[in-house]
């Protein structure tokens, strides 16, 4: 089966001749990281043009891509714009111009297909949001009742001058500009004032059905205040005003080699993130110029970062009118994710299980509660002895850290490795820091300079008179909820390599000591690049030598330039290369002469695609292929600056079943499936035929 999946389902067949080195083409060069996740972005903006997605999915996709470009202004960008500050970066103010560019037009057809597409569709079902001007006397009185009751007593206008100076304004934060005539109290014509709306309001209200006969009708909170902004300002006159919002860099800027308690420097860098450089800013299409101007004055921004939205400043908060209307045929049908039954027989304990064969558990096509049951049964027996876990996201509320609690407090030995720094989960993972070790728990938090980003359950049992360790190891978060939402895949095992390796690893980040040499894991900083080279260069020997040679890899980002090189290489000499990275990617496929042996494609489906599988082929049999599952993605940061982890499936059934649900489905998929070209531009594969999801779900 393994050499049928090489040679047919991969067309792997004999590779070509290699190419002599004095003929091969020149290095290809590398695409935009920044236009690449922008183009990522376009896939997830595509979802919410497709006719097939119900429309309130429509409407979600849209609210996913304004969080994901917040976070590329608070991070990408943000990161483009120093690195053109810095002589010699190779980053240049022609590429930050470019790049803003791209990202206004994106944002363009953003609002015009939630203006002219998703919102009509909408309408048409009779979920409707009403402007001021679109409802009538009942719903406005209705309206002016919920302001005076609800929102007025919360705001606090700012009139400015100099005894008043423009207010701190909090990244992301929605606010009003208004420009006012007439005097203020003391006479003075003070013609500008800021209303910030308070974080605790909603901001999407829906109005009683009595008032909306047949429809389900919402009013954003922006219209609430904007029909009464002149009772704010009593014997003055609103001539203009507009929401405005601002996008700060939010990256943490904390020195590691200069702090003594980590947890401490953060939680004080935590209260000054929402206050970093301005690096974008929002406003309504129809903002006057005049204030347009002045709020760029005020935040030094150039008129590059001006952001003028027809429609309002920050989509993401829409998720609420998708929680709140009552419309089930409008939303995906429900998907429950399976039980294993065949391997993990409900009933039967997990370990139990475990130790009488590794399993592979595929999310969320089968159920994240088998992992949640293996860490309950551990915390109940009482021949378990040390539990430990790492955390880089788990969320605000978790099972998984109450049963670590729990754990404490019956007396078991427990670690657990915390990352802080784990971007926007910070605060959530310092909580959980806090409460875990007010029970007891020993708490780290990895290694100076390093993020801790490997997923690792390691549980240590007493069975007679010896210690069995049982691990859990994958490629995505131990968070439940996301658990739901993206595709991940999980490994339990007793094998006694395996997880002698991963309590090394503990022992590294505890004790800061050397790393024993892993003999089943790779494992970043230490070697996993370095690996990776490796096992792309014996595919490229063995495509030298006229021997099948075949590389398949699925991961979430590929950036780093020595992976990148090693696999232009390796197609270079004659292996072919498939790859299927669903965000940015930064090799060139489909040069003539140079990369013409390599594809590259991203799918974009119901599921964010998380799992990080690699397949390498270099001859005929099982002994000349590998798998391999990672947390890692193929970034520089992740090879060099993180903890990361890989692990081979030697058993040839589990390898199999990686291969056939995990790669074989996404190289078939034509509906989710794009195609990158040379230029950087993706094309959809076709608008019908295979969904690989569709068809997993079916299969599960």
């Known amino acids: 089966m393994i050499e049928e999946f090489a040679v047919h389902t991969f067309e792997a067949g004999a590779a070509e001749a290699a190419t002599p080195a004095a003929d091969r083409a020149p290095p290809v060069p590398l695409l935009s990281r920044e236009r690449s996740t922008l183009a990522f972005n376009r896939r997830v903006l595509a979802q919410a043009r497709r006719a097939d997605v119900p429309l309130l999915e429509r409407l979600r996709y849209l609210c996913i891509v304004s969080s994901n470009m917040d976070e590329f202004f608070e991070v990408r960008f943000a990161d483009t714009l120093e690195a053109a500050r810095q002589p010699g970066s190779g980053t240049t103010a022609g590429d930050v111009a470019d790049i803003a560019t ?67 304004v909090a990244n992301k934060s929605l606010n009003f500009i208004v420009q006012l005539s007439g005097a203020d109290a003391f006479g003075r014509e003070n013609s500008i004032a800021i209303v910030k ?3 605790v309001l909603p901001r999407v209200i829906r109005l009683p059905d009595r008032l909306a006969p047949g429809q389900q009708a919402f009013v954003l909170l922006t219209s609430v205040i904007r029909a009464h902004l002149e009772e704010l300002f009593p014997g003055r006159v609103v001539e203009a005003f507009s929401q405005f919002r601002v996008t700060r860099d939010s990256d943490m800027d904390v020195d590691e080699d200069d702090v003594t308690n980590l947890r401490q420097a953060l939680r004080s860098e935590l209260s000054t993130r929402h206050f970093g450089q301005a690096v974008r800013l929002e406003v309504v299409a129809s903002c006057p110029p005049v204030l347009s101007d002045f709020l760029r004055s005020q935040f030094g921004l150039p008129e590059a970062a001006l952001y003028r939205v ?18 089930p045929a409008l939303r995906f049908a429900p998907h429950e994710p399976a039980w294993p039954q ?68 019956r007396g078991k030995e427990v670690l657990v490795v915390v990352e802080l720094k784990a971007r926007f989960d910070e605060e959530a993972n310092i909580n959980w820091a806090e409460r875990l070790e007010a029970v007891g728990v020993q708490v780290v938090y990895g290694i100076v300079g390093l993020k801790t980003h490997a997923k690792l359950l390691l549980v240590t049992r007493k069975e007679g008179r010896r210690l069995v360790r049982y691990a859990h ?11 739901r939402l993206y595709t991940d895949v999980g490994y339990l095992s ?114 964010l695609e998380h799992t990080r599988v690699i397949y390498f082929r270099w001859g005929e049999g099982d002994s000349q292929e590998a798998l391999y599952l990672s947390s890692a993605d193929w970034m520089s940061r992740n090879m060099l600056r993180r903890i990361e982890i890989a692990w081979p499936l030697r058993d040839a059934a589990l390898r199999q079943r990686v291969i056939d649900e995990c790669l074989v489905p996404y190289l078939r998929d034509e509906v989710d499936a794009w195609s990158l070209r040379s230029d950087g531009s993706y094309e959809r594969v076709a608008e019908t035929g295979l969904s690989a999801q569709g068809a997993l779900m079916r299969r599960f």
């Not at 609420?320 to 419309?327: E, F, K, N, V």
């Not at 378990?384 to 109450?402: C, F, H, N, P």
């Open 473 to 483: 190891l994958s490629t995505g978060n131990y968070n439940p909820k996301t658990s």
């Open 310 to 327: 027809n429609g309002p400043v920050n989509l993401v908060r829409l998720n609420t009118l998708i929680d709140h209307a009552h419309a």
């Open 102 to 168: 791209e990202a206004h037009a994106l944002v363009d057809e953003h609002y015009a297909v939630f203006n002219h597409e998703v919102m009509p569709a909408l309408a048409q079902r009779g979920i409707v949001i009403l402007n001021h001007a679109d409802r009538d006397a009942e719903q406005r009185r209705w309206v002016a009742q919920f302001f005076h009751r609800e929102v007025q007593p919360l705001l606090v206008p700012i009139g400015l001058d100099p005894a008043h100076p423009f207010p701190q």
């Open 342 to 409: 065949g391997r993990l027989p409900r009933g039967r304990k997990v370990m139990d299980c475990i130790a009488e064969r590794d399993i592979l558990l595929h999310h969320p096509f089968e159920s994240f509660d088998t992992v949640v049951q293996f860490l309950r049964e551990a915390v109940e027996d009482p021949n378990v002895l040390a539990i430990k876990q790492t955390i880089y996201r788990t969320g605000s509320e978790s099972v998984l850290m109450d049963l670590l609690l729990e754990a404490a407090r």
């Open 197 to 199: 709306v308070p974080r």
């Open 494 to 607: 007793a094998d006694p390599e395996l997880t002698a390796d991963a309590d090394a690893i503990f022992q590294h980040l505890a004790s800061l000591n050397p790393l024993a040499r892993p003999r089943r894991l790779l494992v970043a900083p230490s070697n996993l690049q370095a690996q990776w080279v490796e096992l792309i260069d014996r595919v490229a020997d063995a495509a030298r030598a006229g021997r099948p040679a075949r590389i398949v890899a699925k991961f979430n980002a590929l950036t780093d330039p020595v992976l990148i090189a090693a696999l232009v290489a390796a197609g270079q000499a004659g292996a072919r290369i498939d790859l299927i990275v669903r965000g940015a990617c930064m090799l060139t496929p489909g040069v003539p002469g140079a990369t013409d042996r390599i594809r590259v494609r991203s799918v974009v489906g119901r599921f």
